[in-house]
């Protein structure tokens, strides 16, 4: 038994991640809500694929409902992270979601590679 308090999901159920390689690059595919809950699980993935990689590390946020302060932190921390291990961090994002408006509000897009497919962010040298 948990102590998940009765009628919320466990984070896990918030949260979707799948990586996989194409080629030298890893894509970490993520969809659901990144919050303070999640945010931990997915900078662990994200982690492990930069430490993983030998090129391009894409992260997809296309199917993403929702991007909190929490997981606005972990972008900025990964990203630094991919620039110590000299690897590209791409970000996927659909302007049409609610995840591009909390990185414009931040600022953010002077900071992250932002894309709008997977194979465009792939296929950036």
């Not at 009765?6 to 690059?25: D, F, H, K, T, Y």
């Not at 809500?33 to 993983?52: G, M, N």
């Amino acid at each position: 038994m948990t102590d998940q308090p009765v009628g919320e999901p466990a984070p896990e159920q918030l949260l979707n991640i799948a990586a996989r390689w194409v080629a030298r690059s890893v894509v970490v595919t993520v969809s659901g809500e990144i919050d303070l809950l999640t945010a931990p699980r997915f900078r662990a993935v994200v982690h492990d694929a930069v430490k993983q990689a030998a090129g391009p590390v894409v992260i997809d946020l296309s199917s993403v409902t929702f991007l909190g302060s929490a997981g606005l932190a972990a972008l900025v921390e990964l990203t630094t992270l991919a620039e110590r291990e000299r690897l590209p961090l791409r970000v996927v994002v659909d302007h049409t979601r609610p995840v591009i408006r909390p990185i414009e509000i931040t600022g953010l897009t002077e900071v992250l590679a932002l894309y709008h497919t997977v194979d465009e962010a792939l296929a950036r040298p």
